[in-house]
């Protein structure tokens, strides 16, 4: 089994940056990918960023390309989400996410391990 743990939510004003951090422990061997999902109040988990344990290939949603940057360290089994010029909009609950294959998806349903969220509030 893998557990995943996120930390580094907070509150922050409209323009600040905040860094999520995703330790995985366990048999953190058994993903391959990870990603970095969110969840608003009322709407469906989404797509925020992915990135192989392999490979330096990064993915991300539209909506942060270009704010947001997804990071590891394979020696820490770590997995990174820089957020910066946060936006209202960007406020959910980050979810972090493992999957057994060696691709990544959009699709929250494709993930076989998540971490328990953390919460992202921006206010303006």
Request: hydrophobic letters at 35%; one cysteine or more; proline letters at 2%.
């Amino acid at each position: 089994q893998v557990q995943l743990v996120e930390s580094g939510g907070g509150l922050v004003q409209a323009g600040g940056s905040l860094k999520l951090s995703c330790a995985a422990s366990g048999r953190a061997s058994s993903t391959y990918a990870m990603g970095w999902f969110r969840q608003a109040p009322g709407k469906e988990r989404e797509f925020v960023a992915g990135i192989l344990w392999s490979a330096d290939n990064t993915y991300y949603a539209d909506s942060v390309k270009g704010r947001f940057t997804i990071s590891r360290d394979n020696a820490k089994n770590t997995v990174f989400l820089q957020m910066n010029s946060l936006k209202p909009e960007d406020t959910a609950v980050y979810y972090c996410a493992g999957r057994r294959y060696s691709s990544v998806t959009y699709y929250f349903m494709d993930y076989d391990y998540w971490g328990q969220g953390t919460q992202v509030t921006v206010f303006s």
